[in-house]
């Protein structure tokens, strides 16, 4: 039986890089070559994933990450997590910085080495709704 709390090292992962907004934890929590899938697109590499997180949160405005829910299987190999993005936009998206209201969910599956390393992570987002709502908000705001 599995004793390995997958749980905890993702729900770690969460609070440090992105609750705190601490780019620098993923030299600590993530293995060097661990990559993240994302809107059909694969980001390889510590240095390439805290650019890309770096980026995301400069582009949201009081930018808030909440946990909705989180499991793993029972290997202990994955966690499953539903999650919340809010905040105001500042260039989500490639739009322009206007202050809308964001409110993204998504779901992320983490794979956790037995080291309790991150190693991937298969992420899938409401971006397209997002797009939506900006898109009307924008209309609205004109």
Do not use: C, Y
């Not at 910085?97 to 037995?114: C, K, L, N, S, Y």
Request: glycine content about 8%.
């Amino acid at each position: 039986m599995n004793t390995r709390n997958s749980v905890r090292i993702v729900e770690h992962f969460w609070q440090r890089l992105w609750q705190a907004r601490h780019p620098d934890a993923i030299d600590q929590l993530v293995a060097e070559d661990f990559s993240i899938t994302t809107g059909g697109v694969t980001i390889g590499s510590r240095d390439a994933l805290m650019a890309w997180v770096s980026a995301f949160l400069e582009s949201i405005d009081d930018f808030e990450f909440h946990v909705i829910e989180m499991f793993q299987s029972a290997s202990g190999d994955r966690v499953i997590t539903r999650w919340r993005v809010t905040g105001k936009n500042r260039g989500l998206i490639g739009f322009e910085p206007d202050g809308a209201p964001i409110d993204m969910t998504g779901t992320a599956v983490f794979q956790v080495r037995e080291d309790g390393l991150l190693q991937h992570n298969w992420m899938e987002r409401s971006a397209l709704e997002v797009e939506r709502n900006m898109e009307k908000f924008s209309v609205v705001a004109v």
